[in-house]
């Protein structure tokens, strides 16, 4: 209770109270954002860009990124040169990951996202 607000503790019981609806709401976005992070992460994984598997739960994905040990410089320079914005692995003690979130109904931003996030993966000058 440290610290919350009284609105976020409203926000709360309303969502307890009224569980069914905000679980439709979530599984909706879900279903609809993960064909399309299957389909990109099937891609970059082809094209050797990252390894690991999708969970089949969740909307977080945290691949390695092939030949790339410092996440926090390609982090750095994915938003730099790119626009892509993902923490760093080293934030979540998993150097050389990336954490992808798709909780996200705005499924043309997350396809563009990842069109782009290959597109700089691809061109890298850090991997190794």
């Not at 503790?9 to 009224?18: P, W, Y």
């Not at 082809?46 to 969970?55: K, R, Y």
């Not at 914005?85 to 998993?94: C, I």
Request: net charge negative; aromatic share 10%; glycine share 12%.
């Amino acid at each position: 209770d440290l610290g919350v607000s009284k609105l976020a503790h409203a926000v709360a019981a309303l969502v307890l109270e009224q569980r069914e609806a905000f679980d439709a709401h979530w599984r909706d976005i879900l279903a609809g954002a993960r064909p399309v992070v299957e389909e990109h992460v099937a891609q970059m994984r082809a094209d050797g860009l990252i390894e690991g598997e999708l969970p089949n739960f969740g909307c977080m994905y945290f691949p390695r990124v092939v030949g790339v040990d410092d996440t926090r410089a390609l982090t750095d320079w994915l938003w730099s040169e790119h626009g892509v914005v993902l923490p760093p692995g080293e934030f979540f003690g998993q150097a050389g990951h990336v954490r992808i979130g798709f909780g996200s109904g705005r499924l043309e931003a997350l396809d563009r996202g990842f069109v782009r996030l290959r597109a700089a993966l691809k061109a890298y000058p850090g991997r190794g």
